[in-house]
T-cell receptor
């Protein structure tokens, strides 16, 4: 069964610190992997999209990595800010383009 | 562009009542998606349209749910009759390039008592 699992479920860090969120998937055949940021009360917003041939992609302080062999991805946030407090959702696309969503990691950044 | 617009933002209704959620996609986008989000199950695709035509409705939970897209700028998701287990946040998203880059609306939080 195609699944996307994220860890941890929730995370609390202090402002300025770095953190890494994990995503493991069993989706096959694989097309692409995305990370979305979802602020409370808002819709998800795309941070990065990576295809099979890409193993790292950055968007400002956000860096996503992808290991298609082990079917793992991570999202690294550098020098966290209060505005990074949100849920981060890993989404994997089958080659039919259907999206399989993870349940997300809830990140809280405290001053 | 104002982005994807959804209404209402919040809806509270009693079990058995009909509920209609509305979505206006980004102008020029020819794909429209309806999702449901709950704490337990995360985001789930309900149905999607291409050029106003429903392509895949396999995610629609049961016959109580129906969706229409009468034109390129408007879509509705209807639940009749509503049940407490339908309580969730319903998102609409639109895309210019199929599945690749979807833009989500702010969502409608539905509570069925």
């Amino acid at each position: 069964k195609n699944q996307v699992e994220q860890s941890p479920q929730s995370l609390i860090i202090l402002e300025g610190k770095n953190c890494t969120l994990q995503c493991n998937y069993t989706v096959s055949p694989f097309s692409n992997l995305r990370w979305y940021k979802q602020d409370t009360g808002r819709g998800p917003v795309s941070l990065t999209i990576m295809t099979f041939s890409e193993n790292t992609k950055s968007n400002g302080r956000y860096t996503a990595t992808l290991d298609a062999d082990t079917k793992q991805s991570s999202l690294h946030i550098t020098a966290s800010q209060l505005s990074d407090s949100a849920s981060y959702i890993c989404v994997v696309s089958e080659d039919t383009d259907k999206l399989i969503f993870g349940t997300g990691t809830r990140l809280q950044v405290f001053p | 562009d104002a982005g994807v617009i959804q209404s209402p933002r919040h809806e509270v209704t009693e079990m058995g009542q009909e509920v209609t959620l509305r979505c206006k996609p980004i102008s020029g986008h020819d794909y429209l998606f309806w999702y449901r989000q709950t704490m337990m199950r995360g985001l789930e695709l309900l149905i999607y349209f291409n050029n106003n035509v429903p392509i895949d409705d396999s995610g629609m939970p049961e016959d109580r749910f129906s969706a229409k897209m009468p034109n390129a700028s408007f879509s509705t998701l209807k639940i009749q009759p509503s049940e407490p287990r339908d309580s969730a946040v319903y998102f609409c998203a639109s895309s210019l390039r199929g599945w690749y880059e979807q833009y989500f609306g702010p969502g409608t939080r539905l509570t069925v008592t």
